[in-house]
């Protein structure tokens, strides 16, 4: 165990980078050059960074794309998105061009309440413990007052407590079941302090009134949120769907049918829900959101009733094609790293300052747009053509193409067939 060490995060960063230099890159001076080519040249904004986690050694660059065109009930937007894959963005632009044409997005948040839970062992007589509760409940809410007290100010906080029996699931497991509204902050360090305080009181009280101890386990939030909820759509007449290459009517079933099959089939539903991810994480990524919690939410509220399915949906009646999702979000446009990251604050300038509401409605139009934009090529020309078109250039990169190598061979491409092996040969005929 050699490589083992003790006290690392106290080191300097120089002093990381020796260690492991030393330990394992072999010291090599080429590693070296990577981690410290991402420094920003700003000492200052690359303290910032550092400092937002431990042990920084360096920046992680992703690019930070934008999608125009963007018309979400009738207001035009241009979508920051942070992602590595290389067809995202152009299928984002792709579709909001499409619907720009067709009255844009429509957009709806359905509520807004986020969940935490204490959860706690208790072993005694189950109506002692419910009425200990009730009397409690008031003193729970007065004793997180020094947490509650100013986002109550602007409207929110502590909008209920529960009691909830799960001994039927795990002997003497119960919960503090808590509801929150916590406007534009996501609301994470809110709702654990709340519940911990809640904690904190229950166990207290329970010690002077109750015979049976209780055992607090845990007190956190829920990434959870289905009372938390958005819901974005398009529509338009079956006929206006025709685009350069594309029968409407055709279209349209063959649309129905591969979201279909992605509300009934969870092998497909979980590449479909994955493209509707690449929209919504680039765009919770660009905004300084957690894009783990959305994940974990999202994906289980696609399987809330009870097999994993299609987070979108899609009708024709009477003539009109709609489709549409319904996605919990818990978004923040305060607190967090929105005022701190300078590119997540330009990034919220571009969206003209969203509040957390307005946010999840435009998340949500990232997620259905690029949904749209997989369903149209996958049930059209297939997927590679576009997918492939955009990967050229990774490809180019990869084999350190010139600018003048690139440029004949994106214009051989256009009219080509674009695979790994193609651009290779491509390539090798360029430079004989
Ligand atoms: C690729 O990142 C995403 C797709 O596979 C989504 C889908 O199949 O719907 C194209």
């Not at 042990?55 to 660059?61: G, L, M």
């Not at 509204?181 to 305080?197: P, R």
Request: hydrophobic share 40%; with cysteine.
């Amino acid at each position: 165990m050699s490589k083992a060490i003790s006290g690392f995060s106290k080191l300097h960063k120089s002093e990381k980078i020796d260690w492991l230099m030393q330990n394992y890159l072999f010291n090599s001076e080429s590693s070296k050059k990577i981690i410290t080519q991402y420094w920003n040249s700003d000492d200052k904004l690359q303290q910032l960074h550092d400092e937002f986690i431990e042990n920084t050694i360096t920046n992680y660059y992703l690019p930070l794309g934008v999608a125009p065109n963007f018309l979400i009930n009738n207001t035009l937007y241009a979508i920051p998105m942070a992602i590595e894959e290389s067809s995202v963005v152009a299928a984002a632009s792709k579709a909001a061009k499409f619907w720009l044409d067709r009255g844009g997005f429509k957009t709806e948040v359905l509520s807004t309440t986020k969940i935490g839970q204490v959860h706690f062992m208790y072993h005694g007589d189950f109506k002692t413990l419910s009425n200990f509760f009730d009397v409690i409940k008031p003193q729970l809410i007065a004793d997180a007052k020094p947490v509650t007290k100013n986002m109550e100010k602007r409207g929110g906080g502590i909008i209920g407590i529960e009691l909830r029996d799960k001994t039927s699931s795990i002997d003497g497991y119960y919960q503090l079941h808590a509801t929150f509204e916590t406007l534009d902050a996501m609301g994470a360090n809110f709702i654990n302090s709340c519940l911990e305080q809640f904690a904190k009181t229950f166990k207290a009280e329970a010690e002077k009134q109750l015979d049976s101890p209780i055992e607090i386990v845990m007190s956190i939030l829920s990434n959870y949120v289905p009372d938390c909820l958005v819901r974005a759509e398009v529509s338009c007449e079956v006929e206006e769907l025709t685009d350069s290459n594309i029968n409407a009517k055709e279209f349209a079933e063959k649309f129905i049918q591969a979201v279909a099959i992605a509300e009934v089939e969870p092998y497909r539903a979980v590449t479909h829900n994955k493209g509707i991810m690449n929209g919504i994480d680039a765009v919770v990524l660009a905004t300084g959101n957690d894009f783990r919690a959305v994940e974990a939410g999202i994906h289980a509220y696609a399987s809330r009733n009870g097999t994993y399915s299609s987070l979108t949906h899609a009708t024709v009646e009477d003539g009109i094609f709609k489709f549409w999702i319904e996605i919990p979000l818990a978004l923040g446009t305060v607190g967090g790293l929105t005022k701190l990251h300078p590119l997540v604050n330009l990034a919220s300038d571009l969206l003209g300052k969203p509040n957390s509401k307005e946010l999840m409605q435009i998340v949500a139009v990232a997620g259905l747009a690029q949904n749209f934009a997989a369903l149209k090529s996958l049930t059209t020309t297939g997927i590679q053509e576009g997918h492939m078109k955009m990967h050229l250039m990774n490809i180019l990169n990869q084999f350190n193409a010139s600018a003048t190598e690139k440029k004949q061979i994106i214009t051989h491409f256009k009219t080509n067939v674009v695979t790994h092996s193609a651009v290779v040969e491509k390539l090798e005929e360029v430079r004989r």
